[in-house]
Nanobody, 123 residues
């Protein structure tokens, strides 16, 4: 009942910047957290950055300082600003959202993932 759609991926040169966007749809009552994860073939999905309803942020060690997460819960959107990109940042980036959604029977928790967007950092 909650869909999450990412956009903004693509090819960028090392040292460049990119901004990812993620928008959720549905009758969302409130978000608990929205965030970004990434995955490369053969490896587990890892946290990139997350932001909670209270504004607390959490970053993966490899992206601290270089990446910034920002939210606009009013428009159900979260952004990931990526600077000083490195080839090792190449991955499929997934948006995640969790919170409470209004359904016919009342309210229920949701925990949704997007389909992913490819980010490739290469010269």
């Amino acid at each position: 009942q909650v869909q999450v759609v990412e956009s903004g991926g693509g090819l960028v040169q090392p040292g460049g910047s990119l901004r990812l966007s993620c928008t959720a749809s549905g009758n969302i009552l409130r978000f608990n957290v929205m965030g970004w994860y990434r995955q490369v073939p053969g490896k587990e999905r890892e946290l990139v950055a997350a932001i909670s309803r209270g504004g607390y942020t959490n970053y993966g060690d490899s992206v601290k300082v270089r990446f910034t997460i920002a939210e606009d819960f009013a428009t159900k959107t979260v952004y990931l600003h990526m600077n000083s990109l490195k080839p090792e940042d190449t991955a499929v980036y997934y948006c995640h959202a969790a919170g409470t959604v209004i359904v016919d029977s009342g309210q229920e928790h949701f925990n949704s993932w997007g389909q992913g967007t490819q980010v490739t950092v290469s010269a």
